[in-house]
């Protein structure tokens, strides 16, 4: 019996072991700044504060990276949400997704923030100022509403 716990004990310190040297570096994409999402595309400035405040860090190439991202097992878990986030919308590339895939993630971005989807609770809960008010969410689904409408041809 003594073996098997040894082992096991032997295998969970080699394991996190591991984890502490394999950390994956800070990801710093290079995008090219004319497809971001302000070049070509009117944000208000209110809405364009939620966005740096709740959203950019994994949702655009410009990752604030915390002290704790560079602990074992919270490195990996905080690059693997920034590369999800990256993959679902990257605002940072906005302007390399055609027309009706952007006014879909608009549309999903009010709904995900209405339902308090967006930005998830474990990143609130260490990013205080990424709390999203009413007053921050009104503006943000106005804004999304009407770009949607425009980039779908509903608008000027």
Known sequence: MQPRRLAITALAILAIGSAAWSRPGASHPHADPSVALNTRTAVPAPVMSVLHRACFDCHSDNTRWPWYAQLPIASHLIARDVKDGRGQVNWSHWEEYNRFDRAGMLDK??????????????YRILHWEAQVSDTDLSALCTWTRDEATRLTGGGS
């Open 109 to 122: 971005m009010c709904e995900l923030a209405s339902t308090g989807q967006m930005p998830p609770w474990q």
